[in-house]
């Protein structure tokens, strides 16, 4: 489980085909690794990925091709920034909100438009994502917890503010780049609830 606040931007070093529709990416990320083991998880653009091993700053992990395909990971190239975070403590305050590294969908950045002290942001929405996502709601974009500023049935806009612009993927993605997105989980435990109960009554 993560909170979605970006402890570090990293790079990314290499990517190897393992081959059986996988690969090994190796990431630079000296804050994240500090106290990284064998088996812990660290989010690269808001995917929990599981670390295999650690050398000198930098951790591979394994990513099947179900990620590869699903997610922006595919995309990336040595050299490339990424958000990271470590998996969220027990006794640690909750910044942003639950987060679990599971992308929901890839989105893409459609507009950029700069104001005085912040950004506001346009991003398509996959479909079938919309219903997930409310104006002042919270929604995961690489990796990032942001408030949901404007919405609509296949795109929704968030404002971002210069800490996040400077110290996060976002300051420097372009109109149609790729985004990974993860919506409120308890969105889609609250339509499983209700749709349950319009089944079965008040079961």
């Given at each position: 489980m993560?909170?979605?606040?970006?402890e570090e931007l990293g790079e990314i070093v290499r990517t190897t085909d393992t081959g059986g529709d996988s690969a090994l990416v190796a990431v630079r990320g000296p804050l994240v690794t500090s106290d990284a083991r064998h088996g812990d998880s660290i989010a690269v653009n808001g995917v929990c990925l599981t670390v295999v091993d650690?050398?000198?700053?930098?951790?591979?992990?394994d990513v099947m091709g179900e990620t590869?395909?699903?997610?922006?990971?595919?995309a990336l190239r040595p050299g490339d920034p990424v958000n990271l975070e470590r998996a969220a403590a027990?006794?640690?305050?909750?910044?942003?909100?639950?987060?679990?590294?599971?992308?929901?969908?890839?989105?893409?950045?459609l507009s950029r438009e700069p104001a005085a002290q912040w950004e506001t942001v346009r991003f398509r929405l996959p479909a079938g994502l919309s219903r997930y996502v409310v104006e002042k709601g919270s929604i995961t974009?690489?990796?990032i917890s942001l408030t949901v500023a404007g919405v609509g049935d296949d795109w929704f806009s968030v404002g971002l503010i210069p800490t996040t612009l400077k110290l996060t993927t976002l300051g420097a993605k372009g109109v149609g780049d790729p985004v990974n997105l993860e919506v409120d989980v308890l969105a889609k435990?609250?339509?499983?609830?209700?749709?349950?109960?319009?089944a079965?009554?008040?079961?």
């Open positions: 993560f909170t979605g606040i970006v650690v050398d000198g700053g930098v951790f591979t992990a590869l395909r699903r997610t922006a990971l595919g027990l006794n640690s305050r909750l910044g942003g909100h639950l987060v679990q590294g599971h992308v929901d969908g890839v989105g893409e950045l974009v690489d990796g435990y609250v339509e499983r609830l209700l749709g349950d109960r319009a079965g009554g008040d079961r």
